[in-house]
């Protein structure tokens, strides 16, 4: 489960992604509109794996993110910024089509072995809620192979702009609002 604490960010997630993306030429122009969100749970429990589906201007766009308690060395570049957490203190927000922790849950969703985590907010110790999900995330057989063979040890395919779909022998679906795409593959 990913547990969300009731918390203060400064900035906020969309502030943040904001910013970053104004600096990205994939991500067009204009303002974001948040469409959802969904989250995968890191085994070692170090690292929050959120990924945010917005429209800006007339891009689609799928902006996977880690939260980290403490800088990466050697991924300066793709650093999205720093927020400050009211209960855990400063984060360091990556892109997760880059790390490691958000590539490997990635992985095992499409090879089977993951589902995207149920939400649990917290607030001094205890449990207050269990939140639904904004997007739902399926997995699905798609062209290139099946489950075995090269696709389980391919690559895996995160666009960021949803403009088309990524071809591989598996394919994650978000599915939110009446609309859909497909997120990720393994090739």
């Known amino acids: 489960m990913a547990i969300i604490y009731r918390a203060t960010l400064t900035p906020s997630k969309p502030e943040l ?10 991500a067009g122009q204009g303002p974001d509109e948040v469409l959802g969100t969904y989250r995968f749970d890191d085994p070692e429990g170090e690292v929050g794996v959120e ?4 429209r800006r201007g007339d891009r689609l766009l799928h902006v996977p993110l880690t ?10 570049d793709h650093l999205v910024g720093t927020l400050e957490h009211s209960v855990l203190g400063t984060r360091w927000v990556y892109d ?16 089977g072995e993951q589902e995207q985590a149920d939400l ?31 696709a389980r040890g391919g ?12 071809e591989g022998g598996s394919r994650l679906v978000a599915r939110w609002g009446g609309e859909q795409a497909v997120v990720a593959a393994l090739s």
């Open 96 to 111: 997760g089509t880059e790390d490691e922790v958000s590539l490997a849950c990635f992985r095992r969703a499409l090879t």
């Open 120 to 150: 649990e907010i917290w607030e001094d110790g205890r449990l207050l809620e269990q939140r639904p999900q904004q997007v739902l995330v399926s997995r699905e057989s798609g062209s290139g192979g099946g489950e075995t063979g090269p």
């Open 51 to 54: 990924v945010f589906l917005l």
């Open 155 to 166: 690559q895996v395919l995160l666009p960021h702009v949803l403009d088309g779909e990524p």
């Open 67 to 76: 939260y980290r308690g403490a800088p990466v060395p050697g991924h300066e």
């Open 17 to 26: 992604i904001g910013a970053w993306l104004d600096g990205r030429p994939w």
